[in-house]
Structures are given as C-alpha cells and as structure tokens.
C-alpha cells in the first residue's frame, strides 16, 4: 500500500484547443508539456526535407501545454499541441508553479 496525497493544486478548464498544422513537413517543436506560453509564442517551425522554412505555428492565446505530438512528420491538419486556456489565471498558476520548484524551464 502507499500514502495517497492531494495535488498541489487544481484548476477547471473551461477553454482549450488542439493547435494544428496548416501545411505538411518536417516539425521542430519549440515547446513541451508544462510549459506556459504567451499569446503568439512560436510552437512549432514546420520545414521542408532540407531545412527551408515552410510555417511559423503560433499559439492562438495564452495559456498551459498540456501534450505535444513526438512525431516529427506531419500533414496539414495534424495535431501538433494541445493548449488550454488560463485567462487571468496564468500568472497566478506561473507563480505558484515556480514556487513549489514545479515549473518546467
């Protein structure tokens, strides 16, 4: 048996969205789960076979990464990030997050 504990904290999610890719290539994400990124963050850099830059992904508000795809190929309409929305909490669960040693750098 084990000792059940009670996470640090919770929050409810009202708004999310799988961010998704428009055109087909070769992915390089630029962020992972746990990560808090702003409005208009660079996601994801999608490329051609020899490097030249096809689209710029970018995220569509502010918000919490919950999941990324490990696939490096994609075609248009892939799942790329799924993102949730933290509105005004953001800052709050930044700070929170930072002063338990939580955060994610």
């Given at each position: ?52 830059e ?5 995220a ?8 990324c795809?490990?696939l ?20 709050v ?12 750098e």
């Open positions: 048996e084990f000792e059940r504990t009670s996470p640090a904290f919770q929050i409810v999610v009202d708004d999310h969205t799988c961010i998704r890719a428009v055109m087909g290539g070769i992915l390089q994400l630029n962020v992972k789960p746990g990560e808090i990124i702003e409005k208009g963050a660079v996601v994801a850099v999608n490329t051609k076979p020899f490097g030249t096809v689209s710029r992904i970018k569509p508000y502010s918000g919490l990464v919950v999941g795809t490990t490096p190929m994609v075609i248009p309409g892939s799942a790329i990030c799924h993102l949730v929305a933290l509105e005004s909490r953001t800052r669960l930044q700070r929170m997050l930072e002063r338990q040693g939580l955060l994610f």
